[in-house]
């Protein structure tokens, strides 16, 4: 018979413990996690901490009724693309769907922008998961180190291209 080589269990995830908790159903215990649990902890709370900030910003404004430049209310300057090129930038409308989200008119949100609706959302969620990681003792990181990261990239990049010609396109309606 051959031998079973182990690797040595860092000190922090041996004090997982082994008792079934009531956790998140897609969540390991914090010690079990991929990184040093300081480090989890760290980038959940800053995680949690940047999603509730720009959650506050955001429903502290009023979405703008162009459909852009709600960033205008924020102390950011008019975006140049409209004003040099006549169409919109990439990113047009962000802003305002984001805060059409967290003002829970979703449907305006995506009509608005799709991409700036779906980078909220998913910043939402992180900010929620973190937060709940961090009052649940779980890993933060271990969810994100098993997303499918260059998947998610290039969907990203994708949605943003076709969100940019559907802004182009309704540009003159607004």
């Known amino acids: 018979m051959g031998s079973i080589v182990s690797t040595p269990v860092p000190a922090y995830a041996a004090a997982a413990v082994s008792a079934p908790q009531p956790s998140l159903p897609f969540t390991i215990p914090l010690a079990a996690g991929p990184v040093r ?77 799709p991409f700036g609706a779906a980078a909220a959302a998913f910043g939402l969620f992180l900010a929620v998961h973190a937060t709940l990681c961090l009052l649940r003792g779980r890993s933060f990181v271990d969810l994100l180190v098993r997303l499918p990261f260059w998947r998610l990239v290039l969907g990203s990049v994708l949605l943003l291209l076709l969100a940019w010609g559907y802004t182009w396109i309704t540009w003159p309606s607004r």
């Open 37 to 113: 649990p300081w480090v989890d902890r760290t980038l959940a709370g800053v995680t949690a901490l940047l999603g509730s900030v720009c959650f506050a910003l955001l429903a502290r404004v009023q979405p703008d009724a162009r459909g852009h430049g709600t960033h205008e209310q924020l102390g950011l300057e008019p975006c140049g693309w409209p004003l040099a090129y006549g169409i919109p930038c990439p990113t047009c409308g962000c802003t305002t769907a984001a805060c059409l989200l967290v003002h829970g008119r979703v449907i305006d949100a995506v009509r608005t922008q």
